[in-house]
C-alpha cells in the first residue's frame, strides 16, 4: 500500500527564514507525489507534484520539492517564509485511484 | 459555481441520529472522492466514484456509512446511527479522470460533523 510520513505536527519558522518540511514515501510502483496546503477556513489546494521527469518541481508561491528515489523523500523547501505561508500541509503518494496523505504539517511563522 | 461546493458547511447531531452530507462537484468532472480528516490527522480515503458508479468505496469504515451519486454529478454521503467517533471533517473532491493518478483533485472546504 502507498503511504507518506510526516515528522513533527507543527512546524514554527522566522519569517525570511527556510521553510523545511520533510516527507518520506512508501510505494509499491514508481510514485506520483503531491503537497497540498491548506489555508484557514479554505479546502485543500495543489502545491506542486512530482509525476516524472525533472525530479526538482517548482510550485505555488516559491515553494519547491525534490523526489529522491534513493532515500525515498520529497521535501517541501521555501527560501524565505512569508507571514502569509502560515497554514498546514500535507504531503500525498498516489496509487489504486486514491491519494494517501501524511498527518499535515501545522506551519507557524513568527514576525 | 466554480469549485466544490459541500453541504452543510457544519452540522451538529445527537448520537444515534442520520446524517446526509452532501456535494457539488466541479462542473465536468467525472471523478469524485470522500475523504475524512479527524483532528491532528491527514485525509484519510472514504470511496472514489467514476460517474455515476462507486469504483472503489474500501475505505468505508462499516456498513453505517454509504454514499451515492445517481446522476454522475452531485454526491451524497450518508451515515446512519452515528456516533461520536464519527466526529470529524468530511471532505469532498473532484477531478477530470482519474486525477488521483496523476492530477490534481480539487477540495471543497469541507463538512464539520459533531456528535454529541
Known amino acids: 500500500a502507498q503511504s507518506v510520513t510526516q515528522l513533527g505536527s507543527h512546524v514554527s519558522v522566522s519569517e525570511g527564514a527556510l521553510v523545511l518540511l520533510r516527507c518520506n514515501y512508501s510505494?509499491?510502483?514508481?510514485?506520483?507525489l503531491f503537497w497540498y496546503v491548506q489555508y484557514p477556513n479554505q479546502g485543500l489546494q495543489l502545491l506542486l507534484k512530482?509525476?516524472?521527469?525533472?525530479?526538482l518541481v517548482k510550485g505555488i508561491n516559491g515553494f519547491e520539492a525534490e523526489f529522491k528515489k534513493s532515500e525515498t523523500s520529497f521535501h517541501l523547501t521555501k527560501p524565505s517564509a512569508h507571514m502569509s505561508d502560515a497554514a498546514e500541509y500535507f504531503c500525498?503518494?498516489?496509487?489504486?485511484?486514491?491519494?494517501?496523505f501524511g498527518k499535515g504539517n501545522q506551519v507557524v511563522v513568527i514576525p | 459555481g466554480a469549485g466544490v461546493s459541500q453541504t452543510p458547511s457544519n452540522k451538529v447531531t445527537e448520537k444515534g441520529k442520520y446524517v446526509e452530507l452532501r456535494c457539488d462537484p466541479i462542473?465536468?468532472?467525472?471523478?469524485l472522492y470522500w475523504y475524512r480528516q479527524s483532528l491532528g490527522q491527514g485525509p484519510e480515503f472514504l470511496i472514489y466514484?467514476?460517474?455515476?458508479?462507486?469504483?472503489?468505496d474500501s475505505g468505508l469504515p462499516n456498513d453505517r456509512f454509504f454514499a451515492v451519486r445517481p446522476e454522475g454529478s452531485v454526491s451524497t454521503l450518508k451515515i446512519q446511527r452515528t456516533e461520536r467517533g464519527d466526529s470529524a471533517v468530511y471532505l469532498c473532491?473532484?477531478?477530470f479522470g482519474a486525477g488521483a493518478d496523476t492530477g490534481e483533485l480539487f477540495f471543497g472546504e469541507g463538512s464539520r460533523l459533531t456528535v454529541l
Open positions: 512530482y509525476t516524472t521527469g525533472a525530479t
Open positions: 462542473s465536468g468532472h467525472t471523478a
Open positions: 500525498a503518494v498516489s496509487g489504486f485511484n486514491r491519494l494517501a
Open positions: 466514484f467514476q460517474g455515476t458508479g462507486a469504483a472503489d
Open positions: 510505494s509499491s510502483v514508481p510514485p506520483y
Open positions: 473532491a473532484s477531478s
